[in-house]
């Protein structure tokens, strides 16, 4: 069932009761004890540069996120056994990755980091979609998204969305939302999330 080298990345409830996901594959199961591997199809995830990282319950029943050919990608499933991938939209995607996606805001919210200009510098990137296969890029907002900053996680809260990640010179940074479109960075203190490097 799980063969030699696939790690499961992440695990989500839905589908048949639980769906995870990880490299190229995807695995289901009724109870958490029995799993049973998906057939790989190579016209859904790329079998050299596909790389599954997440999965949540949300859009039409389950979206995943990962990457292919070196840009973000995400894939939908109304059951865990049949996947859509998303169409690639490089005004959308570019070159970026996506660490992170929740139920939240207008729909689902994804974070991660826009890679653009990589190895020079990076920026964080905020996505937002109403049913998972819509997806809009947050326009970048230099004031909040500082050069060297990504962001690796989000979480919903009571006040809206919480996102975590570095400012790109060794220090934690926080972000606040309360809808998913407009972004506010928590101010700065040393003393809670360190100093430059």
Known sequence: VFGVGP???????????LVAVG??????????YSWNRMSRDPTVVDPITGDLRGVIAGGP?????????????????????????????????GRSAIHSMIVGGPGLVA?????????ETTFPVVWT??????????????????????????AAGSTG???VGGDGRGSAAVWT???GFTRTRVPHDEEVFGGPY
């Open 129 to 154: 979609s109403p049913d998972g296969y819509t997806w809009t890029r947050v326009p970048h907002d230099p004031s909040v998204f500082t050069e060297g900053s990504g962001m690796v996680d989000v």
């Open 161 to 163: 969305l919480v996102a």
């Open 7 to 17: 790690e499961i990345k992440s695990v989500a409830v839905g589908g048949p009761g």
């Open 61 to 93: 029943g389950l979206v995943a996120f990962g990457e292919s050919a070196g840009t973000s990608a995400v894939w939908t499933s109304p059951d865990g056994n049949t996947w859509t991938r998303v169409p690639h939209d490089a005004d959308v995607f």
């Open 177 to 179: 939302s309360p809808d």
């Open 23 to 32: 490299d190229q594959d995807v695995w289901l199961s009724s109870d958490g």
């Open 111 to 119: 974070v991660g980091v826009d890679e653009t200009d990589w190895p």
